[in-house]
């Protein structure tokens, strides 16, 4: 999202809510037509999405891999500009494209729930539905913009329908907590690379793979249960699945708990391995005896 995000200064944030009110056909071929231009000219980020896609189906041959890529990339584009009418268009509009369905009843009541939701492209559509649709209270993790006019835009689009509260990284964990055992939804997205301290090595399609425990230790300090949200880009919108809870979990045993997190993942990503956010460097942390990937 950085590097689309940077693009965004120079055209200006008014474009985007203009190219939020073109017909979604149009939209998404746009999308694709930019997505081709990144492809073809961020050799770096291409590099990365082909990299990672290497270490993690080594038995594709290479032109699939190729093919996986694009797409990839071109789902990237057409995400970031569907936040145009995500964040922007009238709510009759934003409801018309976002289906939401599953096992929408593990959200009753007042249960303490974690949300997993997953780095696919659309996770920004599935928390909008969700948000739209699900009388509850809920708390997310946020990772502040370099740039501030950016950041604005993403924290006001992600808290504008429902009661949502974005927490820092360095705020720590105790209001998250405490949210959780008052009822509120924990909304988690831990499948990212922040670095080795804190984190575990556990594999992610054979691939030692320094995880953030947070799903284990948020579920256990704030006795909840753990569903998943899976958000799918579609010619129509998003199709947005709620999955049923985690059974057995957590275990206590935090290795094999991150483990089970990053199989689960690996299951959604073979499903859509296309919409999976393959520009992340995931692999850059490396534990001991294990040279660089990039």
Known sequence: MSALGKGLTGVGLSAMQWLGKLPLPWLRRLGTVLGLLLYGLAHTRRHVVLRNLALCFPQWPESKRRQVARRSVIC????????????????????????LHGALSEFDGLAPTIVFSPHFYGLDAGATAINMNVAREFTSIYTPQANARVDGWIKAGRLRWGRVRLYQRTDGVKDNIAGLRSGQVLYLLPDMDFGPNGSVFVPFFGVPTATVPSIARFARLGRAKVISVVSRITPSGYDVEVLPAWEDYPTGDLQADTARGNELLESL????????????RRFKSRPPGHGPVY
Request: aromatic share 16%; charged share 20%; no cysteine.
């Open 76 to 99: 990237l584009a057409q995400s970031w500009l569907d936040r145009g009418w995500l964040w922007h268009a009238p709510e009759a509009v934003v409801r018309k494209r976002l289906r």
């Open 269 to 280: 990503v073979l499903t859509m391995p296309e919409q999976y956010y393959w520009v992340h």
